[in-house]
């Protein structure tokens, strides 16, 4: 039988400023990124968050990016790799000792927004990150675009890896994202996400908009908390999963 796990990006509200609806989503997925106050969060939302998401029994993971508030982190930048992994380890070690004050532990890391893009690109970069990350804590287990340069950099370190797909975007034939300035590349409704998402878990491939199937690793489904419809596409992800015999559960990690 197919497992899975399910998760989302968190803890990115700011001060007074509301962003998702993370207490909903804890109760729909088993894995959380959550903000480490470079692309969005603060101090007092990454201890809520966390504390929330122990209190659920759900996975916690630090998700760093750029420092780019005003851009969310989806705005690329290039820095020197000594700068880059010290981003890195500077936003997980803050991720693994608020973790542990909220009564959890961070099990994994995810890069987010343009960092990931880029690294998805750039196996040089993806390892320089994760390198980084890894110095921190040598257990975590590292998220990977499955099929991307990101899971050969994570292959390369010998590191605990999972492979993430996306529930609510495209796929171009290289298994990258579509870009989001492009029509297409972000779907809102709730149905088609899950029936993709289930097609893709029994195919263990990646179904980019051509058509084309990419075979992949997939050990966990990212499933948005900031869209109109998207509490509503990860409740139908969930009960679609279910309904076809997808157990779902927090990943272990792979050295494969």
């Known amino acids: ?23 909903a989503l804890l109760e729909v997925i088993t894995s959380a990124n959550i903000a480490c106050g ?3 969060g603060d101090p007092d939302v990454m201890a ?24 969310f982190g989806r705005r ?9 992994g010290n981003l890195v380890r500077y936003q ?32 040089a970069m993806a390892r320089v990150a994760y390198e980084a990350a890894l110095s921190v804590d040598p257990d975590l287990i590292v998220m990977v675009l499955a099929g991307t340069a990101q899971e050969a950099a994570a292959r390369s370190l010998g590191c605990l ?9 495209a796929y171009e034939d290289d298994a990258t994202l579509v870009d989001r300035s492009r029509d297409g590349a972000v779907i809102h409704d709730p149905e088609e996400a899950a029936a993709r998402v289930v097609e893709m878990v029994q195919a263990d ?13 997939i050990d966990t489904i990212c499933l948005h908390g ?4 998207a509490l509503e596409i990860a409740r139908t992800v969930r009960d679609r999963l279910t309904a076809a015999g997808v157990t779902l559960q927090a990943f272990d990690g792979r050295r494969d």
């Open 1 to 23: 039988m197919a497992r899975v796990d399910l998760n989302a990006d968190m803890g990115e509200s700011f001060g007074p400023w509301p962003m998702g609806n993370d207490a």
């Open 38 to 40: 470079a692309h969005a």
């Open 92 to 123: 997980v070690a803050a991720s693994v000792g608020m973790a542990r004050a909220a009564g959890g532990r961070v099990r994994h890391v995810k890069l987010h927004g343009a960092m990931a893009n880029m690294a998805a690109e750039n196996e």
């Open 226 to 229: 900031d869209g109109k419809t």
């Open 76 to 84: 690329r930048m290039h820095v020197p790799d000594a700068s880059l």
């Open 205 to 217: 491939a990646i179904i980019a908009r051509s058509g084309k199937q990419i075979p992949a690793a």
């Open 161 to 169: 890896w999972a492979g993430e797909i996306f529930a609510d975007r």
């Open 48 to 71: 809520e968050t966390m504390t929330l998401a122990a209190r659920h029994n759900v996975g916690i993971g630090a998700h760093p990016g750029f420092s780019d508030l005003q851009g």
